[in-house]
């Protein structure tokens, strides 16, 4: 099959048809449908899927199960997700092997593609689940007792889905028989499109957290409590939102807060707490902890000229990650070759890839996003742009398993 007889068959699955978006959260039926698309597509291939312990799947072609070059991404979504955010990594691989199966490759290294589960952390919070519970780097019975809004746990849905969710553990097996990691994804940014490149290479991913900030102050009645009696948590939670972005502009980083509430939420009174989430990223760790002391010393001070005061502590953190420079090479090498000059660019937004990048050489494709705009129904790559991608992510799985 084609890419986009491919594309146009994984499209209606999962989609909400009142927003247009995706709804593709982890254990769930659209997450099923998914599922077992892709093991048909694979299965259809002539490739041997296996599902892992941890709900990741993992599609074999080639005789050995040694020194695998492995690809793929994810299907979840955000709330009323893109179509392409993981979607393009999973239905490339799958046309990049059909491609190099009809000129007759076979491959000397084992291709294996893997569809990683809760990638987004949508269901149940925590991004990359799937590859952070394969590395150990989140604790079987931490993941288990995870919930999702509902109070569901992690270890209820995958039992309901049909799995067993007690054989949750790191796989140092499996990542001993990987020796290379290629994620493609559709860009999350527009630094490709002003540069000419439909495909681009990735050197890093940021550094980024999430902060929780808990601004307590007094309930108190709209219309009656004169403005200098008030304890309003409001008002240095909003001059907060803006030092953030300004902090953030100062040092050439990112900073967003996405989610607030407003406690106990009446429309006619002053709130009581306003609890909200920084979310900041940057090139390195200096500039980001200088955005973030910044933005709390500012909602600190605001605070206390409110008398309101303030609690904030860190949610999460992910250190930068530098890809495997050799394999970044190789991979630009291999394009250029083939006339496809793919620019090298730095992401803010998390992967797989990231989390795999601390064990094995790892490297992300970029495929062009021509606004930029992702985690969005609005979410678009070109056609062509795909086309290439599938190209050259077939260039790069026939280089690798061929030596
Ligand atoms: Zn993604």
Known sequence: MTFTELWHELEPLGRDPGTGGYRRYSWTEADAQCRAWFTAKATNLGLAVEADNNGNLWAWWGDTRENAVVTGSHLDSVPDGGGYDGALGVVSALAAVEMLKDKNFYPERPVVLALFTEEEGARFRVPCLGSRLMTGAIAPETARALTDDDGITLAQAMTAAGHDASAISPREDLLGRIGAFVELHVEQGRALAPLDAAVGIAKGIWPHGRWRLDFQGRADHAGTARFADRKDPMLPYARTVLAARRAAADNGALATIGKVIAEPGGANGVSSAVIAWLDARAPDEARLEA??????????????????????????????????????????????????????????????????????????????????????PAEHADLADCEAGVRALALVLEDLACQ
Not at 304 to 322: D, F, I
Not at 332 to 358: E, I, K, R
């Open 291 to 376: 955005t973030v002391t910044t933005v709390r010393s500012a909602a600190m001070r605001y605070s206390k000229e409110c008398g309101v005061t303030l609690s904030a502590r860190q949610e999460s953190y992910t250190p930068p990650v530098h890809f495997d420079q050799r394999l970044r090479d190789r991979i630009a090498d291999v394009l250029a070759a083939a006339g496809m000059q793919a620019p090298v660019l730095a992401t803010g937004a998390g992967h797989d890839a990231g989390v795999l990048a601390a064990r094995m050489p790892t490297a992300m494709l970029f495929v062009r996003n021509p606004t930029g705009v992702s985690h969005s």
